[in-house]
């Protein structure tokens, strides 16, 4: 179980909480989508592979605050909440209850609980290449710098 303040604490590349799901044991991440998801569904969840426990990368179950967030087509996610808005998030995979057991692995996510008070976030990330490192290399030549990396797939 992931909780909130590593959520909102640790750095995430385009502020995707699947990049810390890739961290859990027994994901794997980064291999190429299945053909048949990559030009229908549009945005990251056409590039989103992960496999928990070694399932395919379709064999997994979504759900948020208890409620089934999986898209019955292809078994992606419907609805990727702002990191701010999770207040934890657990991977599951093996046995576990039957209330998850549709699945090789479940992703369940939780948000935080409302108020009646105003709540909001600002962040701002600041990318450039004036302030960003260069590729270290063994053999002394100087490569351009790369690109940021994009979001893990």
Do not use: C
């Not at 980064?30 to 395919?56: H, K, V």
Request: charge should be neutral; avoid cysteine; aromatic fraction near 12%.
């Amino acid at each position: 179980m992931i909780e909130q303040k590593r959520i909102v604490d640790l750095p995430l590349n385009g502020r995707n909480f699947f990049s810390l799901v890739a961290l859990s044991p027994g994901v794997t991440v980064g291999f190429q989508p299945a053909a048949q998801a990559t030009n229908r569904q549009g945005g990251t969840r056409s590039t989103l592979t992960m496999s928990l426990a070694g399932a395919r990368a379709t064999w997994s179950n979504y759900t948020l605050d208890g409620i089934t967030n999986t898209d019955i087509n292809f078994n992606l996610y419907v609805l990727l909440p702002s990191v701010d808005a999770i207040q934890e998030f657990k991977v599951q995979s093996g046995i576990y209850p039957a209330e998850f057991g549709r699945e090789a692995g479940q992703i369940n996510v939780s948000s935080k609980p409302g108020t009646n008070g105003y709540h909001g976030t600002v962040f701002e990330f600041l990318r450039n290449e004036k302030f960003d490192a260069a590729n270290y290399d063994f053999n002394g030549t100087h490569p351009p710098k790369s690109p940021f990396p994009s979001v893990p797939t």
